[in-house]
């Protein structure tokens, strides 16, 4: 059984920061690739971020250049660092266990101009 809880998320006006992190409980994390989501209202869940075990990772197009994600092993967490946030980022981010049915909760990131 593996729960995952994200944090971190809030208003920021654009141009701004904010960093998520997301807390995973269960066994395996250190193999496990994790990804982060986004669903903003009227669209679909979508892709933001991938990061394998070994820390290798991917982006969506819409993000590369302004989000880092990145995992510490030895806490269980995932983080993904959002700089130069635009109003279009504006969602609920959730965390996953990639391909997997183990979502967390979400967090809201709202981008003001």
């Known amino acids: 059984q593996v729960q995952l809880v994200e944090s971190g998320g809030g208003l920021v006006q654009a141009g701004g920061s904010l960093r998520l992190s997301c807390v995973y409980s269960?066994?395996?994390?250190?193999?496990?690739?994790m990804a982060w989501y986004r669903q903003a209202p009227g669209k679909q869940r979508s892709l933001v971020a991938v990061?394998?075990?070994?820390?290798?990772?991917d982006y969506a197009d819409s993000v590369k250049g302004r989000f880092t994600v990145s995992r510490d092993n030895a806490k269980n967490t995932v983080y993904l660092q959002m700089n130069s946030l635009k109003p279009e980022d504006t969602a609920v981010y959730y965390c996953?266990?990639?391909?997997?049915?183990?979502w967390g909760q979400g967090t809201q990131v709202t981008v003001s101009s």
């Open positions: 996953n266990k990639h391909l997997s049915g183990y």
């Open positions: 269960g066994t395996f994390f250190s193999s496990s690739t």
């Open positions: 990061i394998s075990g070994g820390g290798r990772s």
